[in-house]
């Protein structure tokens, strides 16, 4: 496995639920947020042995592969000296708020991953990790080959850099789906059929807002198929980036 140790940079919901598949999957984890190691000693002591806490420079020099997992509006704080080299997982989703927005993402100029590359410019990014929610991969994980194995998607510009996402993914347990470049990423960005909504199934009718979203965080989970995931990518039409509620 070439992945021995695992960083991640932003220790909220998805950086705290990848750690935990991490760990039980059997990978050390080191783990850094904004304010600073001090602050995820609780953290560190409940995911045990295989955790533990840095900062997020410190987090790229000691990991084999990142994942960051921070709110796309601070991509730019992403410590891009320390992760020159280093493979970047990008799970970041674009929502724009009243007082935030990125106009070359609402003219569909760029793809957020894109932008995420233009800071991180010595690292290669992969988006992986977006479409699925920190409880349905706690809940989804497969061994190989096991039938209702989940595939989630995956792209980027360096062909060695997906390998090792996608090596990654098997370890955590799901299979990886090619889907070209961080130019085609849009194909899994939100508003597309691929996003979210087939790894939880349909949310009951009427519901919007923060109980939408309050519902899928929490639905325990759908198997999804390569096949399909291919399927849905296909299907996407390219409309306004950007997740609203
Ligand atoms: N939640 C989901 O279901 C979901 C699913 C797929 C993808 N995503 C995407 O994944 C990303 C993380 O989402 P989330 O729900 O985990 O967010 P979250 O719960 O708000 O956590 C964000 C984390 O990022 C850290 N952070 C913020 N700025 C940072 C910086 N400059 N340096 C280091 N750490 C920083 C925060 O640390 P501090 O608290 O110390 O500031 C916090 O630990 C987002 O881009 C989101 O779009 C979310």
Redesign the pocket.
């Known amino acids: 496995m070439s992945t021995a140790t695992l960083g991640i940079?932003?220790?909220?919901?998805?950086?705290?639920?990848v750690a935990r598949r991490a760990v039980d999957a059997g990978l050390d984890v080191v783990l850094?947020?904004?304010?600073?190691p001090g602050?995820l000693t609780d953290l560190v002591a409940e995911l045990g042995g295989r955790a533990r806490a840095a900062t997020?420079a410190e987090v790229a020099r000691a990991a084999d592969l990142v994942v960051a997992?921070?709110?796309?509006a601070?991509h730019e704080?992403?410590p891009r000296a320390e992760l020159a080299g280093k493979t970047v997982i990008d799970?970041?989703?674009?929502?724009p708020k009243p007082d935030w927005s990125v106009p070359e993402l609402d003219r569909d100029e760029l793809t957020s991953s894109e932008l995420v590359q233009r800071h991180l410019d010595g690292a290669p990014v992969v988006k992986a990790?977006?479409?699925?929610?920190?409880k349905q991969l706690l809940n989804l994980f497969r061994p190989a080959g096991a039938p209702d194995r989940t595939a989630l998607p995956l792209s980027g510009d360096d062909l060695a850099a997906k390998d090792e996402v996608a090596e990654l993914l098997d370890v955590l347990g799901f299979d990886a789906v090619d889907l070209g470049t961080l130019a085609e990423s849009w194909r899994s960005e939100p508003n597309t059929p691929l996003y979210?909504i087939p790894y939880v199934g349909q949310p009951p009718a009427g519901l919007t807002g923060p109980d939408f979203v309050a519902w899928?965080?929490n639905a325990p989970g759908t198997p999804l198929s390569a096949a399909r995931v291919k399927d849905l990518a296909a299907a996407a039409v390219r409309g306004p980036a950007g997740?609203r509620l």
């Open positions: 940079i932003g220790a909220g919901m998805v950086g705290v639920g850094g947020n904004s304010r600073g602050t997020p997992a921070v709110p796309l601070a704080r992403l799970p970041m989703n674009y929502a990790l977006h479409c699925i929610g920190p979210a899928i965080q997740f």
